[in-house]
């Protein structure tokens, strides 16, 4: 059995034995937005308000997640073999 395997077989069990998933991800769901809070602070100055930190903070973490979201379809899209044209994907690079 491979490492890959056995990782993949310790976290099923792990996730098995917990009763409240939400409890278990709470941490990191919070480290990840005070995350974007410090770093939307860092990049706007000591003189931005509250509001424009939470605001410039939802904003990068939307970016991020569309980010995401892009780079899982393209790696979806080249899996399969298809490249994008300017009328949308095309099959293996073909462009329109």
Known sequence: ???????????????????????????????????????????????ATDRQVADAAESARTAHYLAMSAKGHAAKRAKRGLAETPDGPGPTGETA
Do not use: C, N, V, Y
């Open 1 to 47: 059995m491979t490492a890959s395997s056995q990782a993949r077989i310790a976290a099923h069990t792990s996730w098995a034995k917990t009763a409240d998933r939400s409890a278990r991800t709470a941490p990191a769901h919070r480290g990840l937005a005070d995350k974007f809070l410090r770093e939307a602070r860092e990049r706007l100055g000591p003189d």
